[in-house]
């Protein structure tokens, strides 16, 4: 693709910290602000008050941020297969089932805020991304992706052990769990 592309679909809650990755992208456009690079929030257009706090929150950044209307499924895991990276954010100890849908994909994600738990976890255990706590953590993370990108043309990700997060092996682990009661 001739854009870098961080995709993220779905709720963005009140407690996920969206000004902190704003604040990161804005530190790593502020060094070239030529960077073909997009950050495109889908779905959250259905959302007001999100789309209203992105906007807010991502004065000068407007050119690289898109957001759109609601997506089915099968059109999101589209989308989330042409991103460079996907990006998540620290969930006060919660795993979305977004996560989960990251993880086959096989993208580095960019995790925007600590949660010193399961993502966290789980992200080191598979090796399928950067976690950040610090808006120059992000810009940091960002700015190695991209060179990556550039020179490249991907964002190399070589998870491991993923299959465990699967569906099917969770379904089969619970199955099992039920058996023996």
């Known amino acids: 693709d001739e854009t870098f592309i961080i995709a993220f679909g779905g709720t ?19 060094t070239n602000k030529q960077r073909k690079i997009c950050v495109k929030f889908y779905g959250s257009n259905f959302y ?8 807010h929150n991502s004065k000068g950044l407007e ?27 620290g969930n ?7 996560f989960y849908e990251y993880l086959p994909m096989k993208r580095k994600i960019l995790m925007a805020g600590r949660d010193n738990g399961p993502i966290e976890q789980i992200i080191n255990d598979t090796n399928t991304g950067v976690i950040c706590d610090t808006a120059q953590e ?14 490249t043309g ?8 993923i299959e465990q997060y699967s569906r099917r092996y969770q379904t089969e682990k619970l199955a099992k769990l039920i058996e023996n009661i």
């Open 138 to 151: 992000v810009a940091e993370a960002l700015e190695a992706m991209y060179a990556e990108w550039e020179s």
């Open 63 to 89: 050119h690289f941020i898109s957001i759109t209307d609601r997506l089915s499924r099968n059109e999101l895991l589209i989308e989330y297969n042409k991103a460079s990276c996907l990006l998540i954010f």
């Open 154 to 161: 991907i964002v190399k990700c070589v998870p491991r052990n």
């Open 92 to 98: 006060q100890q919660m795993v979305s089932g977004k």
């Open 48 to 55: 007001i008050d999100q789309k209203e706090r992105i906007l």
């Open 12 to 30: 963005i809650h009140l407690f996920n910290p969206l000004e902190l990755f704003l604040e990161g992208l804005s530190l790593f456009i502020e």
